[in-house]
């Protein structure tokens, strides 16, 4: 009986001794940097792909994503925002366009400006659909000096 439990506690040894991987054995089969499992590219190569993430879609008036663009809005004239573009009103007084009783969401102030009402500088606007815009004060003769992230058009 001995003899059988000694067999046994033996071979139980060797398998787990086989199976074992040290730590060493581990790292030696980590990816190679540069092989097929684990490619090296090149900066223009990854310049490239960031640049067709963040780019326009080519038409005026459009910003890529992580770009703002300053934008000179002329008195008289609206600045009618697309799905999704922020703005920031930098120089002037602006009056916020609404083209139904829905507004324009205020990320600073954590409001709705509706059609009519001043739109404070500084503030970061998220006009949630078309239709939507800012126009410069009637009441002044300059217009307006914005950032925008995103479409537009002035009308």
Same mark, same amino acid.
């Given at each position: 009986? /001995?003899?059988?439990?000694?067999?046994?506690?033996? !071979?139980?040894?060797?398998?787990?001794?086989?199976? @074992?991987?040290?730590?060493?054995?581990?790292?030696?089969? $980590?990816? =190679?940097?540069?092989?097929?499992?684990?490619?090296?590219? =090149?900066?223009?190569?990854?310049?490239? *792909?960031?640049?067709?993430?963040?780019?326009?879609? !080519?038409?005026? !008036?459009?910003?890529?994503?992580?770009?703002?663009?300053?934008? &000179?809005?002329?008195? +008289?004239?609206?600045?009618?925002?697309? *799905?999704?573009?922020?703005?920031?009103?930098?120089? +002037?007084?602006?009056?916020?366009?609404?083209?139904?009783?829905?507004?324009?969401? %205020?990320?600073? &102030?954590?409001?709705?400006?509706?059609? !009519?009402? $001043?739109?404070?500088?500084?503030?970061?606007?998220? @006009?949630? /659909?078309?239709? /939507?815009?800012?126009?410069? %004060?009637?009441? *002044?003769?300059? +217009?307006? =000096?914005?950032?925008?992230? +995103?479409?537009?058009?002035? *009308?």
């Amino acid at each position: 009986m /001995r003899g059988l439990v000694a067999v046994v506690v033996l !071979g139980a040894g060797v398998w787990v001794g086989a199976n @074992f991987v040290s730590p060493l054995e581990a790292e030696s089969n $980590a990816l =190679t940097p540069g092989s097929v499992e684990d490619p090296v590219v =090149t900066k223009s190569y990854v310049d490239e *792909q960031l640049a067709k993430l963040g780019a326009g879609d !080519g038409t005026t !008036g459009t910003v890529g994503e992580a770009s703002l663009e300053v934008v &000179a809005v002329p008195a +008289g004239k609206t600045l009618m925002a697309g *799905q999704g573009t922020e703005v920031i009103v930098r120089v +002037g007084k602006a009056i916020a366009y609404s083209s139904d009783a829905n507004g324009i969401s %205020d990320l600073t &102030a954590g409001s709705d400006l509706t059609k !009519g009402k $001043a739109v404070p500088t500084n503030h970061l606007l998220l @006009f949630p /659909r078309e239709g /939507r815009g800012i126009l410069p %004060d009637p009441a *002044q003769k300059n +217009g307006l =000096t914005v950032l925008v992230r +995103g479409s537009y058009t002035i *009308q």
